[in-house]
């Protein structure tokens, strides 16, 4: 499996600096944070988009994916949903990144049944755009379908193999799945994984790797015995977290627990 992180963990850093950690801590790749506060957002030009590719070219680390925020669950119209992601879309292409990230972002105004059927019909739009430019489109086990299960509702509906699912974590062992559970829903559909760690339900607070509560020895142990090999993805939050500690001075270790993870379970 290869490693990445997100740059949620050091918003707002400037690409130079997040490739001289990625490079310098030996992780394959970098998920970037797709938003307007952050160097790589949908408003790059194609000077910019061409720049950045190369920069990550240069360096040796691949962009994993662009993690966006458009929820295709939400109420509302279509097109706007469908739209940005179409644009998040072409950003990956531009920028050579095979997965773009987005939310299911169901509403309590809706039943189950209608956040789902949304939810794919726009995502069945989205993955046509996406097989012309050769990219793939995750659905994140999040919010409103925080689960394996929940997010396999949607992608069942879709039928479509350019849209898939991004497991995080922390939202199915909250939503009571243990990793087994959650490997077999998602299995046929998983793009990658997203890794991290915490202190309790309650408490969602980023912590080193192996410092908190979250099952990632077992979440590794199922991936290898069903012989999966794509990419982990730390997804350290600091973003939301002020107090939590800074990223920089974890990921070497970070990337040597991920490893030993790996070990113990080939």
Known sequence: MKLAFSTLGVPG??????LRLAAGHGYHGVELRT??????HLGLGPEERTQVAAAFKEAGVEILGLAGYARVAA???????????RELIGLARDLGAPFVRVFPGGSDSQ????????????????????ADLGVRVLLETHDSHGTGAAAMRI????????????????????????PQETYAALSPYLGYVQVKDIASTEDTTPLALGAGVL?????????????????????????????AEPLEGLLGAGRHHLARLLNDSA
């Open 111 to 130: 039943s189950p049944a209608e956040a789902d059927a949304v939810a794919a019909r726009r995502l069945g739009v989205a993955a046509e755009y996406a």
């Open 35 to 40: 938003h307007p506060e952050e160097p790589v």
């Open 155 to 178: 992608l069942g509906l879709v039928g479509h193999r350019q849209v898939g699912a991004l497991w995080d974590v922390m939202h199915t062992w909250r939503g009571g799945e243990q």
């Open 215 to 243: 099952p990632l020895a077992e979440c590794v142990e199922v991936l290898s015995r069903h012989g999966w090999d794509g990419w982990l993805c730390w997804e350290y939050e600091k973003r939301w977290y002020e107090a």
């Open 13 to 18: 850093l400037p690409l130079a600096e997040v």
């Open 75 to 85: 109420p509302g119209a279509d097109e706007p949903v469908i739209e940005e992601t």
